[in-house]
């Protein structure tokens, strides 16, 4: 299919797109690797998954987001004491955050051995939630449960996401534009693609980003020159990117241009 024409069929016109260099993806290192193989045992959960979220969450090496995750899995103060206070996080040696702690060289976020531990045991206590709320216990679901929350998940796959829900959800990578279904979509790709990279499995052997091409409002259809234009320009910016194409109605549609039409 002519990729202007299928551009033109959704109603979205691509004008620019913004792409963000990933750096190379050289593994998680020895002692995070032995973490991860570890935990992932220790609470049956899926190795493959667990090395895709904490790709995803981008915390292993010791970053610490502006929104106030720390550590491996990234955990909010709210859940790493939901789970500090539990009887197998105290057996794993998880202490709880606290004012005097919280944010220094002693908050216990940073220990990336318990920290790692705490990722699977949460991923652990998704399933058992999971089970009691009919959600497939699917690698995507654990994922999401970890980014927005259990409930804020439960509530997304209903169609009842809360203002509350939403705004979590903006803080968490919603673009401007979105509907939850759309967040979803999105986020589910975004973490399958890093999942792919940190399990060496990429079918092409490249890297990939997903773009979000937000919808253009057109009183006037485009022509085809105008809209080959913009794809030919567009084409040369995300030469290894996956793009997302938001479409008129309901449908949710990928297109990889590493693969020919």
């Known amino acids: 299919m002519d990729k202007s ?20 993806f050289n593994g998680f290192g020895r002692e995070i690797d032995t973490y991860i193989k570890e935990s992932a045992n220790r609470y049956q959960v899926s190795e493959t998954m667990l090395r ?63 920290n790692t531990l705490a990722t699977a045991l949460y991923a652990r206590w998704h399933i058992e939630q999971f089970v009691e709320r009919g959600i497939k216990p699917t690698d995507e679901n654990l994922y999401l449960a970890h980014n927005i929350g259990l409930e804020g998940l439960h509530r997304a796959i209903l169609g009842r996401s809360t203002a509350e829900d939403i705004r979590n959800m903006r803080l968490n990578g919603m673009k401007r534009g979105m509907s939850v279904k759309q967040f979803i979509a999105y986020q589910t790709g975004r973490y399958n693609s890093h999942k792919s990279i940190a399990n060496f499995v990429s079918k092409t052997g490249k890297q990939t980003e997903i773009v979000w091409i ?9 022509s085809t020159t105008e809209t080959e234009s913009s ?18 109605d309901n449908n949710v549609l990928w297109i990889d241009n590493t693969v020919k039409m």
């Not at 937000?214 to 485009?222: F, G, L, M």
């Open 5 to 24: 024409h299928l551009l033109i069929k959704l109603g979205c016109i691509l004008l620019t797109l913004p792409l963000v260099t990933q750096a190379r």
């Open 52 to 114: 895709g979220l904490v790709k995803m969450e981008d915390g292993w090496y010791g970053k610490i987001s502006p929104t106030g995750p720390i550590g491996v899995g990234q955990f909010t103060m709210g859940t790493w004491n939901f789970l500090a206070n539990t009887v197998e996080g105290y057996r794993i040696g998880m202490r709880p955050v606290t004012a005097k702690n919280r944010n220094t060289r002693f908050d216990p976020r940073h220990n990336k051995y318990i």
């Open 214 to 222: 937000k919808p253009q409002t057109h009183k006037k259809r485009p």
């Open 231 to 248: 794809l030919s320009t567009g084409q040369s910016a995300v030469k290894n990117a996956m793009i997302w194409i938001e479409p008129s």
